[in-house]
Every structure is written in structure tokens, then in C-alpha cells.
């Protein structure tokens, strides 16, 4: 199986492209001449590319007079990430900070792509103020090689006039593993012909990502992969569990088969189940399309067996090694993580925000579902940080696959899993 990555931000390099091609700031009340550049690179996602040329440069350099930034938006396809980056490598054009997606941070900074920062976050004074899952997202072997900025939660949400069919209290929704096994049964809806009419929850029957199955691990104390020794653990007795878990519901006849990668398969989405796992925009979309939902369709807290758990993934700030201003890309690090930066991102393009002293905010601006969403973000982990993800993700995907389709048997699929993997990590 070919490298597969999920991507939402790509380089586009060529030689040249960068020399006049961003917006520069023209307010400094430092001499031109003892001012820094400080390069940055950003893609227009997540509205960066209404929020960056909307004055951020004017307000950074007032914040920090001794810097003029550059910055340049990035455009490209997810094919060519890597051959960009390092053809801008290669040829001296790195920037001095960039803002890319988890996938691209695990790709380039398990190869010893960026600049560690450990010592910088160590001693910033706002540190206390970020969120310890935003900060870890950036640890590489126990290292700081990013800060997590944008986090992009998947969530649990439910349908409140499908509870009240069910007789089940639209203001209670499931909390632990057994309360959601037993809401799952009493909201699937089979025809005549023992066909689904209505999932009772989403279970995917392709999930190469993990992106459902990894948090149920997570919920049930499973390692599944040690990220500072770079070691898998995918027959680990709590991973069996939790696949025995998920697929005892799935064979008991409560979800649709869908891909979770592919939005326009998942059930809930197209109004055929109750219970589903969603990303944060995907709800935003969902209730724009159809406002009649909004009072209908609700987020609810994190899932939790011994502990609770989410996916989330991340939009990250890095520096790369080569970077000739580090100094002054850990201040605009600093910068765009202050409060006033992430309120204008909050209010502007609708980001959570990853500041411990914004929570209040967030919640109040939407009341609706602030509090699950900042709940889910506080204890979310995206896609895990070590060189051979896409390989963990060769092997996973088939096996959950086979498991689902009732091929093999968890503990049989994950053991099969796990010595591939094995095998084929000791390449990297």
C-alpha cells in the first residue's frame, strides 16, 4: 500500500517565489537597519489567509518594533509536501517559522527537519497559560519541535429527537463505554427485512486513520504506541479489547458500514443515525446546510471507559533548523499565541482556542457547545509522532478492516498487525 497522509496544508517552493511574494509590514518604530526579518510561512487554511493579511504584521512589529515579518501564503498540492520542502531546504529558502498540519510536522520533524525549542518554551513566561495537550502535540522523543495552535477536535455528537423516540433523556447522553453500548441498542432501527433504518451509533467499518478506534484504545489504558522509544504495541490486550468491544456492537447490527475518511459516508451526516464521532467543522457545516438541526444536533463530552479520551488533530508553529532568525520566530510564536491574537482568530475565523484563560470566552461566544468542545480539546491526541506512522497505518487499515468484515478475530488481526509492523519499521 502506498504512503497515504491526510493533509490540509502543503508548500509550494520554486526558486524565486519567495523573494517579494509576501506581505510586508510597514509600521516599525525601530531603524530599518537594525531590524531582523523574520520569514514565516502559512497556507490558507483554517482562515489564515483572512487573518494573516487582515494588519497581523502592522500588530506584531508594534509588539516587536526590532523585527520586520514577511509573511508569504503558501500554496501547493499534498503530493509534493516533502520534494518542496527539502527542493526549499536544498536551495536555502526555508523560512524561519512555518504553520503546517500534524501529518506534515510527523513526516518532516521525525527526519530533523525543525529546530528544537525546548529551551525557549521552557522559560516563556505565558507558558502556564496554554493547554498541555497544544504543548505536547509539539514534543518529538520528549523534545520540543513545535507548539500546537489550531487543534482540530473530532467530537461526539447525538440527535436529540431520535433520544425521545428511544425514551431515552435528550439531556443525558452517554458519559461511559457501558451507557453507550446500551443507548447504541435502543436507538438502531432495523426494517422488516432485519435491514438498518437508523444506526444507533457510528461505527466505521474502514478506519486506516484511526481516527475513531485510536481514542476508544486511548479510553481503555491501551499504550498502542510508545512515542519517545518508538516502539507499537497494537497486541496489547487493551487494543484487543477495545476492538472487541467495537466490533461486538458493530456484528450486533447498530451502524451502517462507512468510511470515516470519506464525510459524505458517515451516517449521522446524512441523517441516518443517532450517535456519531465528527470533526468540529463538520458540525458547523451540518447545522449551516440545515438550520432546522440546531436545536437538534448536539455535542456532547468526551466518551470515557478508565479514562477519558478524543482525537484531535493539530495546525502547528514551527522552526526549521535552518532557520536564519530564531530568535525572532520564537517571538512570533509567542506572538500569535497571546490572547488578543487567539480572541481575533476566535471571533474571525472561529478556531478554538488552545489558552487555558480563554475557555470562559470560548463557551460564552458558543454556548451551544463551547464547554464539550473545550472538554474534548483538553483531552485529545492526534495521529501519533513517530517516523513510520504512515506503516502503522499500512498495516492497522487492513486489519481493522478484516475485523470488521468478520475475517478475523481482533486478537488474530492485531497480532498479524503488529508483526508486520514490526518488521517493517526496522527500515527507518
Not at 181 to 197: C, E, P
Not at 338 to 366: H, Q
Not at 370 to 380: F, I, R, S
Amino acid at each position: 500500500m502506498k504512503k497515504v497522509f491526510v493533509m490540509f496544508l502543503v508548500f509550494a517552493v520554486v526558486s524565486g517565489v519567495f523573494a517579494g511574494g509576501g506581505s510586508q509590514g510597514q509600521t516599525s518604530s525601530a531603524p530599518a537597519s537594525a531590524q531582523k526579518t523574520v520569514n514565516f510561512w502559512y497556507a490558507d487554511s483554517d482562515n489564515m489567509g483572512q487573518y494573516v493579511p487582515d494588519g497581523f504584521a502592522d500588530r506584531f512589529q508594534q509588539a516587536y518594533p526590532q523585527y520586520t515579518l514577511n509573511a508569504t501564503k503558501i500554496s501547493g498540492t499534498a503530493a509534493d509536501l516533502e520534494t518542496q520542502y527539502n527542493s526549499a531546504k536544498m536551495s536555502g529558502n526555508l523560512p524561519d517559522l512555518c504553520f503546517l498540519t500534524l501529518t506534515s510536522f510527523i513526516s518532516l520533524g521525525t527526519s530533523g527537519n525543525f529546530y528544537d525549542i525546548s529551551g525557549p518554551v521552557a522559560s516563556w513566561t505565558d507558558k502556564s497559560n496554554i493547554m498541555t495537550a497544544a504543548l505536547d502535540t509539539g514534543l518529538i522523543q520528549g523534545k520540543y519541535m513545535g507548539v500546537g495552535m489550531v487543534p482540530a477536535p473530532i467530537t461526539f455528537v447525538y440527535r436529540t429527537d431520535m433520544f425521545e423516540k428511544a425514551g431515552l433523556d435528550p439531556n443525558k447522553p452517554p458519559t461511559t463505554w457501558k451507557e453507550l453500548s446500551d443507548y447504541a441498542l435502543k436507538l438502531t432501527i432495523h426494517d422488516a427485512q432485519g435491514n438498518i433504518v437508523q444506526g444507533g451509533l457510528d461505527i466505521p467499518s474502514i478506519d486506516y486513520f484511526l481516527n475513531i478506534s485510536e481514542p476508544f484504545m486511548l479510553m481503555n489504558g491501551a499504550k498502542v504506541v510508545d512515542e519517545v522509544t518508538g516502539t507499537p504495541y497494537l497486541d496489547d490486550p487493551a487494543v484487543i479489547g477495545t476492538l472487541d468491544f467495537l466490533y461486538g456492537l458493530y456484528k450486533q447490527g447498530v451502524s451502517l458500514p462507512f468510511n470515516w475518511q470519506n464525510g459524505n459516508t458517515i451516517p449521522f451526516m446524512n441523517g441516518t443515525s443517532a450517535m456519531s464521532f465528527i470533526q468540529v467543522n463538520q458540525y458547523q457545516t451540518l447545522i449551516t446546510n440545515r438550520p432546522e438541526l440546531k436545536d437538534v444536533v448536539k455535542i456532547a463530552p468526551p466518551v470515557q471507559n478508565s479514562k477519558s479520551a478524543a482525537f484531535c488533530g493539530y495546525r502547528l508553529l514551527t522552526i526549521p533548523a535552518e532557520s536564519k532568525n530564531v530568535d525572532g520566530a520564537f517571538s512570533l510564536i509567542k506572538y500569535l499565541m497571546t490572547g488578543p491574537e487567539m480572541t481575533i482568530r476566535m471571533n474571525t475565523c472561529g478556531l478554538v482556542p488552545v489558552r487555558t484563560d480563554m475557555k470562559d470566552a470560548y463557551i460564552t461566544a458558543n454556548p451551544e457547545y463551547g464547554q464539550q468542545v473545550m472538554d474534548t480539546v483538553a483531552v485529545g491526541k492526534g495521529a501519533f509522532i513517530v517516523p513510520w506512522v504512515a506503516s502503522l497505518y499500512k498495516f492497522y487499515g487492513p486489519a481493522y478492516e478484516a475485523i470488521m468484515l468478520g475475517q478475523q478475530t481482533p486478537a488474530d488481526a492485531m497480532k498479524q498487525a503488529q508483526q508486520q509492523l514490526v518488521a517493517d519499521i526496522k527500515n527507518y
